[in-house]
Protein backbone atom coordinates (compact mmCIF):
# COMPACT_ATOMS: atom_id res chain seq x y z
CA UNK A 1 0.00 0.00 0.00
CA UNK A 2 1.28 3.79 -0.70
CA UNK A 3 0.13 6.65 1.09
CA UNK A 4 -1.17 9.63 -0.81
CA UNK A 5 -1.22 13.06 -0.36
CA UNK A 6 -3.11 16.11 -2.39
CA UNK A 7 -2.37 19.61 -2.26
CA UNK A 8 -3.22 22.86 -4.75
CA UNK A 9 -6.65 23.07 -4.33
CA UNK A 10 -8.07 26.53 -3.48
CA UNK A 11 -10.81 29.01 -4.65
CA UNK A 12 -10.18 30.17 -8.10
CA UNK A 13 -12.66 32.12 -10.84
CA UNK A 14 -14.44 30.77 -13.49
CA UNK A 15 -11.57 30.30 -16.23
CA UNK A 16 -8.68 29.84 -14.41
CA UNK A 17 -6.50 27.26 -13.69
CA UNK A 18 -4.93 25.10 -10.82
CA UNK A 19 -2.67 22.04 -10.28
CA UNK A 20 -3.11 19.56 -8.04
CA UNK A 21 -0.12 17.56 -6.90
CA UNK A 22 -0.36 13.99 -5.49
CA UNK A 23 2.63 12.75 -3.30
CA UNK A 24 3.31 9.17 -2.51
CA UNK A 25 4.92 7.65 0.49
CA UNK A 26 7.54 5.84 -1.75
CA UNK A 27 8.95 4.76 -4.88
CA UNK A 28 6.74 1.69 -5.05
CA UNK A 29 4.27 4.46 -6.48
CA UNK A 30 6.03 4.44 -9.55
CA UNK A 31 4.48 0.73 -10.42
CA UNK A 32 0.85 1.94 -9.72
CA UNK A 33 -1.61 3.45 -12.32
CA UNK A 34 -2.56 6.93 -10.98
CA UNK A 35 -5.71 9.07 -11.18
CA UNK A 36 -7.87 11.91 -9.44
CA UNK A 37 -11.66 11.27 -8.65
CA UNK A 38 -14.32 14.17 -7.45
CA UNK A 39 -17.03 14.23 -5.00
CA UNK A 40 -18.92 17.59 -5.41
CA UNK A 41 -21.45 18.83 -2.81
CA UNK A 42 -24.40 16.18 -2.75
CA UNK A 43 -22.98 13.89 -5.55
CA UNK A 44 -21.57 10.58 -6.11
CA UNK A 45 -17.82 10.48 -6.34
CA UNK A 46 -16.98 10.03 -9.87
CA UNK A 47 -13.67 9.20 -12.28
CA UNK A 48 -11.68 12.69 -13.60
CA UNK A 49 -8.75 10.87 -15.20
CA UNK A 50 -6.05 8.32 -15.02
CA UNK A 51 -2.58 7.71 -16.65
CA UNK A 52 -0.26 4.37 -16.49
CA UNK A 53 2.59 3.71 -14.82
CA UNK A 54 4.54 4.52 -17.22
CA UNK A 55 3.12 7.92 -17.95
CA UNK A 56 2.25 6.79 -21.15
CA UNK A 57 -1.45 6.26 -21.36
CA UNK A 58 -3.74 8.67 -19.71
CA UNK A 59 -7.93 8.39 -19.81
CA UNK A 60 -10.34 11.43 -18.87
CA UNK A 61 -14.05 11.41 -17.89
CA UNK A 62 -16.04 13.62 -20.94
CA UNK A 63 -16.75 15.99 -18.60
CA UNK A 64 -13.09 17.40 -18.56
CA UNK A 65 -11.44 15.94 -21.48
CA UNK A 66 -9.72 19.23 -23.60
CA UNK A 67 -9.50 21.11 -20.25
CA UNK A 68 -7.55 19.01 -17.75
CA UNK A 69 -4.32 17.10 -18.01
CA UNK A 70 -3.28 14.18 -15.77
CA UNK A 71 0.56 13.78 -15.42
CA UNK A 72 3.20 12.34 -13.39
CA UNK A 73 6.98 12.22 -12.40
CA UNK A 74 8.11 9.18 -10.66
CA UNK A 75 11.32 10.45 -9.93
CA UNK A 76 9.73 12.72 -7.55
CA UNK A 77 6.64 9.93 -6.69
CA UNK A 78 4.27 12.15 -7.97
CA UNK A 79 1.40 12.42 -9.64
CA UNK A 80 -0.18 15.98 -11.15
CA UNK A 81 -3.65 17.34 -12.18
CA UNK A 82 -2.91 20.57 -14.11
CA UNK A 83 -6.88 21.97 -14.52
CA UNK A 84 -7.60 25.08 -17.19
CA UNK A 85 -11.02 26.92 -17.95
CA UNK A 86 -12.03 25.77 -14.90
CA UNK A 87 -16.43 26.32 -14.24
CA UNK A 88 -18.19 26.29 -11.27
CA UNK A 89 -19.42 22.66 -11.96
CA UNK A 90 -15.96 21.49 -11.24
CA UNK A 91 -15.77 22.72 -7.40
CA UNK A 92 -15.27 19.32 -5.54
CA UNK A 93 -13.38 17.86 -3.41
CA UNK A 94 -10.53 16.05 -5.33
CA UNK A 95 -9.11 12.82 -4.62
CA UNK A 96 -6.05 11.45 -5.53
CA UNK A 97 -5.66 7.55 -6.34
CA UNK A 98 -3.53 4.66 -6.93
CA UNK A 99 -4.74 1.53 -8.85
CA UNK A 100 -3.30 -1.66 -10.72
CA UNK A 101 -4.42 -0.60 -14.03
CA UNK A 102 -6.40 2.18 -16.24
CA UNK A 103 -9.15 -0.25 -16.44
CA UNK A 104 -9.22 -1.37 -12.51
CA UNK A 105 -8.78 2.64 -11.58
CA UNK A 106 -11.62 4.01 -14.10
CA UNK A 107 -13.92 1.49 -12.31
CA UNK A 108 -12.84 3.00 -8.63
CA UNK A 109 -11.26 -0.18 -7.64
CA UNK A 110 -8.07 1.63 -5.82
CA UNK A 111 -5.98 0.27 -3.82
CA UNK A 112 -5.06 3.92 -2.01
CA UNK A 113 -6.62 6.94 -1.73
CA UNK A 114 -5.70 10.45 -1.06
CA UNK A 115 -7.02 12.67 2.05
CA UNK A 116 -8.95 15.23 -0.73
CA UNK A 117 -8.18 18.66 -1.47
CA UNK A 118 -10.93 21.26 -2.28
CA UNK A 119 -11.40 23.29 -5.56
CA UNK A 120 -13.85 25.80 -5.45
CA UNK A 121 -14.39 27.93 -8.55
CA UNK A 122 -16.50 30.51 -8.55
CA UNK A 123 -18.74 32.48 -11.21
Known amino acids: QVQLIESGGGLVQAGDSLRLSCAASTQSFSRYTGGWFRRAPGKDREFVAA????????YYSDSVKGRFTVSRDNAKNTVYLQMTSLKPEDTAVYYCAAAANLYEITRARVDSWGQGTQVTVSS
Open 51 to 58: IASSGGTT
